[in-house]
């Protein structure tokens, strides 16, 4: 049996009771600091519970202004990552490829996409897009400049994934008879996926905190919908509500983000456990890279 390798030194007695007395003093702090910022809230009244009661009043419309901005967050998102994700596959594949005509004008693309900050992205869907005779609105350019930039990054991290699968799996694949791009589909990318999956949830997580930039162009997201109830009950009250809606919207989003990690996690884990099923399988190759005919094509993965 194989023991393995061990990096680092095991802490000591000493070790472990610095790092006790280290984990104590670090809890400490953030509860001296949660504590005064609870205080300083009470202290203004911000803790009082007729304040975060409108955000439950549905005959204020609050929650459903909230409910429908969340919606509304969740189209553009939804959007955006299905055309980043596909986008960034392709151009992934293309900066990998062996011809030069088609490598280079990728490469620029995606270098310049990754360059222009969003914001300007998503201005300039909005205001010079409709000079060219293209038509878009808020949602429009929010979503096409979503698109844009998170292509881009995505398409970095499939072409690392893919560049992280051991050589030789694209040396056997292609000494099989597969061609490149059933190499890269079949082979590659699955592997691909499972190494790279927590970046790639990372990454559509920072999509959907960043569709907040909605607020800019007009689009009614939930940030934007936040703000416009904070207005509409600063006229009314003056600043009752505004500390209470601005942290609805915040709960919302870090709910919505850990949902989405949780579900990465669980695809992670999902991924993995048929992967170690998949070790001990046949796998059936398509038949025009079966080799031999017949039975010839069934290997073992």
């Not at 984990?23 to 504590?35: E, K, M, N």
């Not at 009752?240 to 669980?266: P, W």
Request: a positive charge; charged letters at 15%; proline letters at 4%.
């Amino acid at each position: 049996m194989t023991t393995p390798t061990v990096l680092f030194d095991l802490p000591g007695p000493q070790a472990r009771r610095r790092q006790r007395i280290g984990t104590t003093l670090g809890l400490v702090l953030v509860l001296a600091l949660i504590g005064l910022a609870l205080w300083r809230l009470g202290s203004n009244g911000q803790l009082e519970p007729a304040r975060w009661a409108i955000l439950f009043d549905f005959r204020a419309g609050v929650p459903q202004a909230l409910g429908n901005a969340l919606v509304d967050t969740l189209k553009v998102a939804a959007v955006s990552m299905v055309a980043a994700t596909v986008l960034g596959a392709l151009l992934a594949f293309g900066r990998l490829s062996d011809h030069a005509w088609v490598r280079v004008p990728v490469t620029v693309v995606i270098e310049f996409f990754r360059a222009v900050p969003l914001l300007i992205l998503i201005l300039f869907c909005l205001l010079y897009l409709p000079t060219i005779g293209l038509r878009v609105g808020a949602f429009g350019a929010l979503a096409l400049g979503l698109t844009l930039y998170n292509m881009s990054v995505l398409a970095e991290i499939f072409r690392a994934g893919i560049l992280s699968v051991d050589r030789g799996q694209r040396e056997a694949a292609s000494a099989l008879g597969m061609r490149t791009s059933q190499v890269m589909l079949l082979v590659l990318l699955p592997q691909a996926v499972r190494r790279m999956l927590p970046v790639l949830i990372a990454q559509l997580v920072v999509l959907l905190k960043d569709s907040s930039l909605g607020f800019i162009v007009g689009y009614f997201e939930l940030l934007r919908q936040a703000r416009s109830l904070v207005e509409f009950f600063n006229f009314q009250f003056g600043d009752l509500y505004t500390f209470q809606l601005y942290v609805a919207a915040g709960l919302i989003y870090i709910i919505v983000n850990v949902l989405l990690s949780q579900l990465a996690k669980y695809v992670e884990r999902r991924t993995r456990r048929n992967a170690k099923v998949a070790a001990t399988a046949e796998v059936e190759l398509p038949a025009d890279v079966q080799m031999g005919g017949g039975a010839g094509g069934a290997v073992t993965a």
